[in-house]
């Protein structure tokens, strides 16, 4: 059992360059541990944890290659920051397996694991899991910035024919 009161600590300890690899496990086991009490589980303290691992949880993918760690790691995480660590590369096509056993593939998460060369086929490959309506959100999802674009916003990236090409078939 952790204190609520140590759950700073814990993440500052993961996001410290100095941290030991040995160490890491103990850091995510404290972290993706439920916060209890002796009379049973603390909402509040829960959410103080849910925090620190939020902070932490992108240093912590970083530097751990171990499946079951970065398993553990990655049922925390939400679908909007599972699918922005995979566009930045975080998050790969092998850790999809262990992504859709806790919830159902979506546009954002093809989207971003597509952006990166290796994973395109990969990335693919998720499109027949996807309700019908989500797969025109791969593409309407391609541009990042579609909102909020200006003159100074860096033009789109150019999308894969192969993906779109997909998206049209399903």
């Known amino acids: ?54 902070d932490a949880l992108p240093a912590l993918l970083a530097r751990t290659s171990a499946k079951r760690l970065r398993g553990r790691l990655l049922v925390h995480a939400d679908e909007k920051t599972l ?27 093809v989207c971003a694991l ?7 086929e990969a990335a693919i490959a998720l499109l027949p899991r996807l309700p019908r309506h989500e797969v025109e959100q791969v593409v309407r999802d391609w541009d990042p910035d579609r909102y909020t674009r200006t003159k100074d916003t860096a033009p789109v990236p150019p999308g894969p024919p192969e993906l779109f090409d997909a998206v049209l078939e399903a």
């Open 1 to 54: 059992m952790v204190s609520a009161r140590t759950y700073p600590l814990w993440r500052d300890l993961a996001l410290s360059e100095d941290l030991p690899k040995e160490a890491l496990k103990t850091v995510i086991e404290a972290l993706c541990t439920p916060a209890m009490t002796p009379d049973g589980f603390d909402v509040k303290a829960d959410r103080w944890r849910e925090e620190a691992l939020k």
């Open 83 to 109: 699918a922005a660590l995979a566009a930045d590369g975080t998050v790969t096509i092998a850790d999809v397996p262990a992504i859709l056993r806790h919830r159902r593939a979506w546009a954002g998460l």
């Open 114 to 120: 597509a952006r990166h060369p290796d994973q395109v």
